[in-house]
Each structure stands twice: as C-alpha cells, then as structure tokens.
C-alpha cells in the first residue's frame, strides 16, 4: 500500500505564496517521478510542475519563474514540495500531487494521487 499525503494549501492574496507538500509512504521501491496537478473549479486537470529522480523539472509555461518543485528523500517517505511564489486569482484550484512509482515487489510502474488540497489566491 502506497499513501501520498498532501498539506499547504489555503487562502492567500494576489503576489503572496504558498508552499505545498506531499508524502509519498509504504510499500515503495522507487519512485520515477512526482508531479503536481491542478483543477479549477469547471475545468480540466492539467500538469504544473514534474520532477524525476535524477532532479530534472519542467514547468507548465503559466507557472514558470513563480513556482518551484523540488523533491526531499528520507528513509520513510518521500516528500515532493511546491513553491508557489506571486501566486495569482487564475492559480485558484485543487491541487493534486501524482507519483509515478515501482511499489515493493512489483515489476510494473504504478500510478498514485493524493487527496487534493485547496489553493485560493483573492485578488
């Protein structure tokens, strides 16, 4: 069992920042690579930001300059943060973190999501 566990989301005005994060635990052999996603409210979900176990990131081009994704490793878990810097109304959306992973004991790659968290930015 994989469990991604995200935090950080809430209510900020224009220009300020939040910082997400998500936990990936368990059952995980490695880890490919860890994204963030967002959905706004009508809309579909689109890719912000990835990072891949060797560090390399990319950026969707309404997020590059102001957000950051990097990637923390520890013995228990996995954490993969996101910046978010002179955030902006049109960033408002549930944000998701994904983690494309080998779980232990498997030979196939797996695709998991966290919970969702909210981020609204008022103007």
């Known amino acids: 069992q994989v469990q991604l566990v995200e935090s950080g989301g809430g209510l900020v005005q224009a220009g300020g920042s939040l910082r997400l994060s998500c936990a990936a635990s368990g059952r995980i052999f490695s880890i490919n690579n860890m994204y963030w996603y967002r959905q706004p409210a009508g809309k579909q979900r689109e890719l912000v930001a990835g990072?891949?176990?060797?560090?390399?990131?990319?950026?969707a081009d309404s997020v590059k300059g102001r957000f950051t994704i990097t990637m923390s490793r520890g013995n228990a878990e996995n954490t993969v943060y996101l910046q978010m810097n002179s955030l902006k109304p049109e960033d408002t959306a549930v944000y998701y973190c994904?983690?494309?992973?080998?779980?232990?004991?498997?030979?196939?790659?797996?695709?998991?999501w966290g919970q969702g968290t909210q981020v609204t930015v008022s103007s």
């Open positions: 990072i891949t176990s060797g560090g390399s990131t990319n950026y």
């Open positions: 994904n983690a494309v992973l080998y779980g232990l004991g498997t030979r196939t790659v797996a695709n998991y």
